[in-house]
T-cell receptor
Framework: DAGVIQSPRHEVTEMGQEVTLRCKPI?????LFWYRQTMMRGLELLIY????????DSGMPEDRFSAKMPNASFSTLKIQPSEPRDSAVYFC?????????????FGPGTRLTVL | GQQVMQIPQYQHVQEGEDFTTYCNSS?????IQWYKQRPGGHPVFLIQ?????EVKKQKRLTFQFGEAKKNSSLHITATQTTDVGTYFC??????????FGTGTKLQVIP
């Protein structure tokens, strides 16, 4: 398996622009998580899905952030409009409840810079 | 809500020295996981502990779960430069969700 795939790996944009981050989870994993990591705030859970349905979006910072999972193999995190304080590394992770552990498998992340 | 704190936040050690990071929870945990994130990389699962007082070893890494299941530790014996990174503990947060600790960033000086 290729693991969790994220794109783009790097994104530089200007304040006010729309940003879309993409994630393909590991095939067969029922859970998908979006995290944001910064030096100041550490690793924060933004939202997670189970079987394509959002379960908990309490970590989404504000209405500028939205996430979708139209099918089991694809999810997007959208920021519109973007602001400089959104600059961070965004990770997608997936997991399955059927393995030995319920560990999360992280993608390589998208490093977002908003100028 | 559940909080998982880690100490220290940073640790610099000379190569060959030992290193320990501690994880403390405000509530009893059914299990605890440990992850490692290399610089510029992503968190990677290391291990899960479930039983009270459990001790597991992976080569030079020793993981321990407290008797009260509220704390855990990761000890690295004779650190190497390949051990550089940030170590996170994570407690269950409901369903498949986990709550990550604040992390301990380890620097190894050659």
């Amino acid at each position: 398996d290729a693991g969790v795939i994220q794109s783009p790996r790097h994104e530089v944009t200007e304040m006010g622009q729309e940003v879309t981050l993409r994630c393909k989870p590991i095939s067969g994993h029922d859970y998908l998580f979006w995290y944001r990591q910064t030096m100041m705030r550490g690793l924060e859970l933004l939202i997670y899905f189970n079987n394509n349905v959002p379960i908990d979006d309490s970590g989404m910072p504000e209405d500028r952030f939205s996430a979708k999972m139209p099918n089991a193999s694809f999810s997007t995190l959208k920021i519109q409009p973007s602001e400089p304080r959104d600059s961070a590394v965004y990770f997608c992770a997936s997991s399955s409840p059927w393995g030995d552990y319920n560990e999360q498998f992280f993608g390589p992340g998208t490093r977002l810079t908003v100028l | 809500g559940q909080q998982v704190m880690q100490i220290p936040q940073y640790q610099h050690v000379q190569e060959g020295e030992d290193f320990t990071t501690y994880c403390n929870s405000s509530t009893t945990l059914s299990n605890i996981q440990w992850y490692k994130q290399r610089p510029g990389g992503h968190p990677v699962f290391l291990i899960q502990l479930v039983k009270s007082g459990e001790v597991k070893k992976q080569k030079r890494l020793t993981f321990q779960f407290g008797e009260a299941k509220k704390n855990s530790s990761l000890h690295i014996t004779a650190t190497q430069t390949t051990d550089v990174g940030t170590y996170f503990c994570a407690g269950p947060g409901g369903y498949q969700k986990v709550t990550f600790g604040t992390g301990t960033k380890l620097q190894v000086i050659p």
